[in-house]
């Protein structure tokens, strides 16, 4: 493979050691001007060569905007922070619009490992309006989770180094059956090297799998077909019996190269049958890191396209038994950042990948996504352990015994090559601790009916808002948060009831996450306009003849009034009770106030306050509403008219003011 078929691999070579120069395919094209010394170092990824050349020809006069993009990309590739954060501002000032998300998540990045976090978030703030809504969300949450000290990792596992790991690069574990394959650079073929990388070609091994996790009878694998060319990334898939890859588009026999002279990465499939299918190429666009979810026979990989939200994102397609019958599917920018993702897993409804977003702990982190439906939560780093200061990538898992047995691959000082495969046997799956809480916002007297455009929000135990949400037009909410021993779930909508619950330390323990419905009420399904007046709605009740003592079926209406100043705390209320004309009128005033000063009585030891009702008047037959009065002959219906009790919303007009 000649060096054009890696200038994208060369880019980020922070971002995962091993992959320099075989997965990544920004191709970078020059502006107007001629290619200089500095040039052919920068595209041989010879970058303090390239470094050297480019101040050399920035002394003698100017360089092109590329070239210094070229020269800051140097820089960050070099380690060289400070001076590549100074760079990328530089052409961000002159022209915001020279640095793509791709280049604005280097600058950013550069900023961070510079310590220079107070720089770097006013240029977020400044560029926010560029990257999607769930890019800042994502971004919020984990910078608040990563600085969180009640988000902490408390498993309790040891990670160790592969004994079957060699001098070279050793990456991308994959389970097969008992045995782990992955991918090297290792040759045992001296003459068949790749000069750029200074390795071999990178090739798929197999190694068994022992009981404490470490491998032995490290050797080629012989089950898919040979190349003189790179084979990498290996992913078993047990429905389809067979294995996918990534490997160099050839012809037979020999590399293939696109109209400018690139040679990408194709994926393919060998079946245990012998079948083999050339499932995703493109002589100018790399795929790279296949996963096939058994569950619906998507295919998932890496890619650059030009429709991506930054480096490579990851994009998947569906399949019918492995056949792809799909065009590729971008998973959006809840998964895919500014940055580069690659190497997607699933285990057990996580979706597990890698990625070089400025505001993880190192160059590539491993994150989780939890998967509902054909969404994604938000993605959370999986903290220190799993994620160093450098590149972690490439994680898997399997059940195993009492717990779980996972790999990944790490550049971490202290390996024996340049990226190393590590193990870790642990209890549950890894990661910080979140907790989730989703359902539906729905009125409390009908479920069936959803309220949309609802605040939903998540405040501790001091008050201090953590996440808010609204929910939509199916009522649906969601909100995840770095782990807290106590929560206070909050909803508010205008002419709603507004709904409190707190959750104790011992509700939340051992739950990551709750499924809740917020039960509310609308104000105008809980209020009617009688006599002129709002009233709050009740079924009518009658007192006995002559009586005063509350039946149950008038308890039962009341409760419904303390429901309602619950829900509205700062509704002002009037009691009033008439009678109808029969008896004297004194006595019916007397009997009307006994009433509804019982009623007075109820509803203050049911716990509506009593300054919220103002007043409790007896009228008498004072109001009739129909002709049943003194003297006149009126069935009981008639008299039963009259005869009536409403609670009053005296400041309904200026309640939602």
């Given amino acids: 493979m000649t060096p054009q078929d890696f200038s994208s691999m060369a880019q980020v070579k922070n971002i995962y050691t091993t992959l320099l120069f075989s997965i990544l395919g920004i191709v970078v094209c020059f502006a107007q001007g001629k290619r200089s010394k500095g040039d052919d170092f920068f595209f041989q990824y010879e970058y303090q060569k390239a470094i050297n050349a480019y ?33 990328y501002v530089e052409l961000y000032k002159k022209d915001n619009s020279l640095l793509g998300n791709y280049h604005l998540n280097m600058m950013l990045q550069s900023l961070s490992k510079a310590s220079d976090k107070e720089k770097m978030n006013a240029f977020l703030t400044t560029m926010s309006s560029s ?48 045995q782990l394959l992955f991918s090297s650079g290792r040759s045992l073929d001296k003459k068949n090297r790749y000069s750029p990388a200074g390795e071999g070609y990178l090739n798929i091994y197999g190694a068994n799998v022992q009981n404490d996790g470490q491998i032995s009878v490290v050797a080629p694998f012989l089950e898919i077909p040979s190349s003189n060319y790179h084979k990498a990334t290996p992913y078993y898939s047990e429905a389809l019996k067979g294995i996918f890859y990534v490997l160099s588009n050839t012809e037979n026999g020999e590399l293939s190269f696109d109209e400018n002279g690139k040679n990408a990465l194709a994926i ?83 979706f597990y990948f890698s990625s070089d977003v400025f505001y993880g702990l190192g160059g590539m982190d491993v994150y989780k996504s939890n998967m509902e439906d054909d969404t994604f939560s938000i993605p959370v780093n999986l903290g220190k352990g799993i994620n160093s200061s450098e590149d972690d990538f490439g994680l898997i898992m399997r059940n195993e015994g009492d717990g779980l047995l996972g790999y990944f691959s790490s550049n971490r000082p202290g390996g024996k090559g340049k990226d190393d495969i590590y193990g870790f046997k642990v209890d549950k799956k890894p990661g910080l601790k979140t907790f989730t809480i989703k359902g539906k916002v729905v009125k409390s007297y009908r479920k069936s009916d959803f309220i949309d455009k609802a ?44 709904y409190l619950k707190r959750f104790t330390e011992d509700e939340l323990e051992g739950i990551e996450s709750l499924d809740h419905d917020v039960k509310v009420s609308l104000y105008d399904d809980l209020v009617e306009e009688k006599e002129g007046q709002k009233v709050v709605k009740l079924k009518k009740f009658f007192f006995g003849r002559s ?62 306050p009593a300054s919220n009702i103002l007043y409790s008047i007896g009228y008498g037959e004072d109001k009739i509403l129909n002709n049943c009065t003194n003297g006149v002959f009126c069935l009981e219906m008639l008299h039963q008219q009259n005869q009536r009790s409403l609670i009053v919303v005296l400041n309904d007009n200026v309640l939602f003011n």
């Fill in 55 to 87: 101040k050399a020809e920035l002394t003698e006069g100017t360089l092109t905007e590329q070239q210094f993009l070229n020269l800051a990309d140097a820089y960050f590739k070099t380690s060289s922070f400070e001076k590549a954060s100074k760079a």
């Fill in 131 to 178: 990257f999607p809504k769930e890019f800042m969300e994502n971004i919020e949450f984990n910078t608040q989770l990563l600085e969180s000290s009640t988000a902490s990792n408390d498993l309790d596992f040891q990670i160790f180094n592969l004994t079957g790991n060699s001098p070279q690069s050793d990456f991308s574990p994959s389970f097969y059956k008992e």
């Fill in 268 to 350: 393919g499939m060998q079946r245990k049958d012998g079948q083999f299918q050339l499932l995703l190429k493109d002589l100018s666009t790399s795929f790279y890191y296949p996963f096939y979810d058994e569950k619906n026979g998507k295919l998932y990989f890496s890619a650059n396209f030009e429709d991506g939200y930054g480096g490579t994102d990851i994009y998947y397609v569906h399949t019918n038994n492995g056949q792809i019958m799909s065009a590729p599917i971008n998973l959006g920018p809840r998964i895919n950042s500014a940055g580069n993702e690659i190497a997607s897993f699933i285990f057990e409804n996580s």
């Fill in 455 to 498: 605040a939903v929000r998540l405040l501790d135990a001091n008050g201090t808002l953590l996440a808010e949400t609204y929910s939509d037009d199916k009522g649906n909410y969601r909100l995840e948060i770095p782990w807290q021993k106590e929560l206070v779930l909050e909803s508010t909508k205008e002419k709603c009831s507004k």
């Fill in 547 to 608: 009586k005063t003592s509350l039946t149950p079926e008038i308890k039962a209406e009341l409760d419904k009034v303390v429901a309602f100043v619950k829900g509205f705390p700062s509704a002002q209320l009037r009691i009033e009770t008439y009678t109808d004309s029969r008896g004297g009128s004194s006595t019916n005033f007397k009997l009307t106030q006994s009433r509804s000063d019982v009623i007075k009585r109820y509803l203050i030891q049911s716990g509506v």
